[in-house]
């Protein structure tokens, strides 16, 4: 048996999609709490890019957006809030820019979490690829792996997971991509087309 630690650093940083996936489950401060790390976000991801999920859709089909509780997440030690404190932070944003990175929050958080060595949490594929490349001692995990964890290690029930893996398709608008590596395991509880 494998007696390796699910995450490998002190903290994670979660990147916008992974706040707003993580929110939308429903599950999130479940889901947190069974991390044996601390949880991070930059302030720009808060300030910025990580606002709101989708609510049900009404009888016009059009849904309305649910604000993010940071202060729920913030104030009950879920979440803390990082920022940019260092020049040599800043300077690795450059870099990842010039790796190829587009989005900010996401050179933000690789920024952050090389600094730090912090794991780090994100749902682009393409940003985690250039993330590992550039920073390969850094461990980058997905939504669905923090879901995972948290299922095996609470004993999660199916039909919790079903919510869970529903909300995240409905609340977070995420439809998990057939080259993710848990793909086949989600589809197990639902169906993602």
């Known amino acids: 048996m494998d007696d390796a630690p699910f995450i490998r650093h002190e903290y994670i940083i979660l990147d916008a999609s992974s706040v707003i996936n993580l929110y939308a489950t429903g599950y999130m401060p479940e889901i947190i709490r069974s991390l044996l ?16 999920v989708y609510g049900e859709p009404d009888k016009n089909g059009k849904r309305e957006r649910i604000p993010i509780d940071w202060d729920m997440l913030i104030d009950e030690g879920i979440l803390e809030i990082c920022s940019i404190n260092s020049p040599s932070v800043s300077n690795t944003i450059i870099v990842l820019a010039s790796d190829g990175i587009r989005g900010m929050g996401e050179k933000i958080s690789g920024a952050i979490a090389f600094k730090n060595d912090w794991g780090i949490v994100l749902d682009d594929h393409s940003a985690t690829s250039k993330l590992a490349a550039r920073m390969p001692h850094i461990q980058m995990l997905t939504t669905l792996d923090l879901l995972q964890y948290w299922v095996n290690s609470m004993t999660i029930s199916d039909e919790i997971l079903m919510a869970a893996l529903i ?12 080259n993710h590596h848990l793909y086949e395991w989600v589809a197990v509880y639902v169906d993602d087309e």
């Open 37 to 52: 790390a601390r949880c991070a976000v930059s302030d720009y991801v808060k300030e910025r890019e990580a606002q709101a």
């Open 167 to 178: 909300n995240l398709r409905v609340r977070g608008n995420y439809i998990v991509p057939r």
